[in-house]
């Protein structure tokens, strides 16, 4: 049974960002919900990261500056969860060892040169692709990242479905 929608909101918001809200319930129903209202996350998170983009432009900063801070706000709203997630794959994946061995640096706290190097160049390729976005104009700069966190955080919700393996 899914839990009604306030729970899963609160589950999604509360797990995926760092905006203020009371998660009531930690269960899996709501936990479900939370996952397929994950894509909303990413609307609130995405429109907020455009949002700081546009007065970047409206104030005469060029679209580099709004390409970096659209590309952060995400960043800073979930206290780099995805960046966490992504570096650690990376330094799993690139250390050449058994799953076991693999999933066990994936695990560790700290970071390694796969992990760094990883997250220099996703963030730059994110951040060019956003500049040269804004360049052309700033609703395809704003449209292009608000797309970009919801289709972040629709991944999750489908790689949380019945049926997709852990």
Not at 6 to 33: I, K, N, Q
Not at 81 to 101: F, I, Y
Request: aromatic share 4%; proline share 7%.
């Amino acid at each position: 049974m899914t839990p009604p929608l306030p729970h899963g909101l609160r589950f999604a918001f509360g797990t995926l960002s760092v905006l203020p809200v009371r998660v009531e319930r930690w269960d899996r129903d709501a936990a479900r919900g939370g996952m397929l209202c994950a894509p909303l996350v990413g609307v609130v998170l995405g429109g907020g990261a455009a949002a700081v983009g546009l007065v970047l432009l409206s104030l005469g900063a060029g679209p580099l500056l709004a390409a970096v801070a659209a590309a952060a706000v995400p960043a800073v709203l979930t206290r780099g969860l995805h960046l966490d997630g992504l570096a650690d794959t990376a330094d799993g994946l690139g250390s050449g060892k058994p799953a076991e061995d693999a999933l066990r640096i994936m695990k560790q706290s700290d970071i390694g040169p796969f992990g760094v190097i990883t997250l220099l160049f996703v963030l730059l390729a994110q951040v060019a692709a956003l500049a040269r976005l804004y360049d052309d104009s700033w609703a395809r700069g704003a449209l292009a990242t608000v797309v970009a966190a919801v289709t972040a955080r629709l991944a999750l919700t489908l790689a949380a479905r019945t049926g997709v393996p852990p």
